[in-house]
C-alpha cells in the first residue's frame, strides 16, 4: 500500500515542479528582481562591489553617486563602488546553481522551482513531526501548495520562497532535536541561512529556542550549527555596510508606526480568510486558544507564526495588496499546521451534539473549501500568469537599447536595475535628481552633443511630463515602455523653473474646495 502511495507523491510532486518551472520568470525586473540577479551574477565573477557607471563626460566629482545609482544598489561612502542592496543568501544560491545551469537567468528560475518543490516532503514531515495524522499531514501540505501567495513567490524571482523553505527546515530541526542534539545543530545551521536570506527571519528564533531547549544539549548544539554562516554574514555586513548589524535597507524604523495595526490586521483576516475559506478561520481560531492553554503543538506553532505577523502589522506596506502577505509567507506553514492540528479537536468537540460521523465531515468540509478557494483565487487573481508581465523589462530594455545611441545618457528608475544586468550602459536615477543636477546633466549633454533620453514605464512617463511638460518630446514606446528625449536646451527650461519665483498658497481655501 505504502508503494503506490509513494509513487502518487512523487509524481505528485513532477507535476507540481512543472507548473512550477513552467511558470517560473527568469527576469532581472523591478527592484528586487535585477537586484538579486545583478549580486549574483557579481558574486559568480568573484567580487563583492560593482564599479559605478558613469554616462559619457561626466565626471565622479560633479554629483552625487545616487544620481548613478541603479536599483537593487547603494552606494560606497567614497562614492566609487556600488554595494548590492539585499542580502547575500539568495545571490550566493543563484550564483552557485548559475554555474551549474550556466546563466544567473537560469539560475534565478530554478533556485525557486527547486526550493519549492522541496517544502512540500518537508512541509509533510514537519506535519508528522508535530503529531498530525497521515491524513492531515497531506491535507496540511496541499492547502500550503495551492495557497496564491506559496505559488506567486515559487514563480517570481524573490527572497520569499526560498526563505520559507529554510524557515520550515530550521523548525522542522528543532522540533525532531529532542530525540538527537544533532537535529539542533542543523536546525541552527538552517536558521543561519534564512537569516542570511532575508534578516527578519530572526523573528523565528523564539520558537526555535522554546524547541530545542526541550532537547539535553540542545541550545550550545543550535550555536555551533548557526554561528559559520553567521559570522560569515557579519563579516559580509562589517564590510559592505560598516557595521556588522547593518544591512543595505538603512533605516527603515520610519516606516513603522502605530496607526497600520488596524489595517493590517483586517488585511490578514481578509486575506486569509478568502485563500483559505472563512471555515478554516474557525480553526484557527481553535488553534489559537489551544495555544492559549499551551497545549502542544499549538503554543510552539504560535511561537513560530505570531512574531512574523505582530512584526509586519506594523509595517507600512503589509496591507497595500494581498501579495503583500509575502513578508508572513515563512510563517504560512505554522498558520496551516495549527488550524489543521485543530480540527480533531473541532470534531471532537461538535460530536458532542452530532453523530460522530457528521463531526467529522466537518473537517472534510473545511479541507475541500479551503482547497477549493485557493484555487479560485489562483485563478481570479492570475497567479501563474502575472510572471509573463515581467518579461517586458528584459525586452524594453533591448528596445531602448537598440534605439539609442550608444553614447548618450539614459534616465530611468523602475527600468534602472534592468539596464544594469542587460546592458553595459550607464543609467542615471530620474527620481533621485534634484534640478540642480538635472540643469547640470542636460547642460553637460548639450555642450558635448550627447543626446539625452528618458526610458520609463507609461506611468512613470505620465507623471514626468506633467509636472515637466516642456522638457521632453516622444521618440517611441514598446509596450508599456516609453522612450521620451530631452528637447535643446532643455536644461534652460529646468533653469526657468529653478529660478522663477515660487508660486504663493491662498492662505484661505476659497468656498467650494
Known amino acids: 500500500m505504502r508503494r503506490p502511495l509513494a509513487v502518487g507523491g512523487l509524481a505528485a510532486l513532477a507535476f507540481y515542479g512543472w507548473v512550477l518551472a513552467r511558470h517560473a520568470q527568469e527576469v532581472a525586473s523591478g527592484a528586487d528582481n535585477s537586484g538579486y540577479m545583478n549580486a549574483a551574477r557579481l558574486f559568480l565573477a568573484g567580487k563583492l562591489r560593482e564599479e ?15 544620481v548613478f545609482t541603479p536599483l537593487g544598489f547603494i552606494p560606497t561612502p567614497d562614492g566609487q563602488q556600488l554595494v548590492p542592496l539585499y542580502p547575500p543568501g539568495l545571490s550566493l544560491a543563484q550564483a552557485a546553481a548559475a554555474s551549474l545551469v550556466g ?3 537560469q539560475a534565478s528560475r530554478w533556485v525557486n522551482v527547486v526550493f519549492g518543490v522541496l517544502l512540500l516532503p518537508l512541509m509533510y514531515r514537519t506535519a508528522r513531526v508535530v503529531g498530525l495524522s497521515r491524513g492531515y499531514a497531506l491535507g496540511a501540505t496541499v492547502l500550503l501548495a495551492l495557497d496564491p ?4 513567490f515559487f514563480t517570481w524571482n524573490m527572497s520569499d520562497g526560498p526563505a520559507t523553505f529554510w524557515v520550515t527546515a530550521a523548525m522542522c530541526f528543532a522540533l525532531k532535536s529532542r530525540g538527537r542534539t544533532s537535529y539542533a545543530t542543523l536546525a541552527g545551521f538552517a536558521f543561519s541561512v534564512a537569516t542570511a536570506i532575508r534578516p527578519t527571519n530572526f523573528l523565528l528564533l523564539p520558537a526555535l529556542l522554546f524547541a530545542c531547549f526541550r532537547a539535553r544539549q540542545g541550545l550550545p548544539a543550535f ?25 543595505g535597507y538603512g533605516a527603515v524604523a520610519q516606516e513603522f508606526k502605530a496607526r497600520y495595526l488596524l489595517p493590517t490586521l483586517w488585511h490578514y483576516l481578509l486575506w486569509l480568510g478568502r485563500f483559505f475559506s472563512p471555515l478554516a478561520l474557525l480553526a484557527l481560531a481553535v488553534h489559537l486558544r489551544a495555544a492559549a492553554k499551551r497545549f502542544q503543538p499549538h503554543l510552539v506553532l504560535a511561537l513560530w507564526w505570531m512574531p512574523f505577523f505582530a512584526f509586519y502589522a506594523f509595517y507600512k506596506y503589509t496591507n497595500d495588496a494581498w ?6 509567507l515563512p510563517a504560512l506553514p505554522a498558520l496551516i499546521l495549527g488550524a489543521c492540528a485543530a480540527v480533531p479537536d473541532l470534531t471532537r468537540s461538535l460530536a458532542r451534539w452530532w453523530q460522530p460521523k457528521w463531526a467529522r465531515a466537518v473537517a472534510w ?5 479551503a482547497g477549493a478557494a485557493s484555487l479560485w483565487w489562483v485563478s481570479r487573481l492570475r497567479v501563474l500568469e502575472l510572471t509573463r508581465d515581467e518579461l517586458m523589462y528584459r525586452q524594453g530594455v533591448q528596445w531602448v537599447d537598440k534605439h539609442t545611441p550608444e553614447r548618450s545618457m539614459i534616465f530611468a528608475s523602475q527600468l534602472s536595475g534592468s539596464f544594469y544586468f542587460y546592458t553595459p550602459r550607464a543609467v542615471l536615477r530620474y527620481d533621485l535628481t534634484t534640478p ?10 548639450e555642450q558635448k552633443g550627447i543626446p539625452a533620453y528618458l526610458a520609463l514605464f507609461d506611468f512613470e512617463a505620465r507623471v514626468f511630463t506633467r509636472r515637466n511638460p516642456n522638457l521632453t518630446e516622444p521618440k517611441g514606446s514598446w509596450g508599456r515602455i516609453v522612450l521620451l528625449q530631452f528637447v535643446p536646451k532643455a536644461s534652460q527650461e529646468v533653469g526657468k523653473v529653478l529660478a522663477s519665483p515660487p508660486v504663493r498658497r491662498p492662505s484661505v481655501i476659497p468656498d467650494g474646495k
Open 52 to 66: 559605478l557607471r558613469l554616462p559619457p563626460g561626466v565626471t565622479p566629482e560633479q554629483f552625487r553617486p545616487w
Open 103 to 105: 546563466s544567473v537567468e
Open 149 to 152: 501567495v506559496t505559488l506567486r
Open 223 to 247: 550555536a555551533i550549527g548557526a554561528s559559520p554562516v553567521l559570522l560569515l554574514l557579519f563579516a559580509y555586513n562589517q564590510l559592505q555596510y560598516g557595521a556588522f548589524w547593518r544591512t
Open 323 to 328: 501579495w503583500y502577505l509575502r513578508f508572513v
Open 365 to 369: 468540509l473545511v479541507a475541500a473549501m
Open 436 to 445: 540642480q543636477e538635472l540643469m547640470g546633466l542636460l547642460g553637460l549633454a
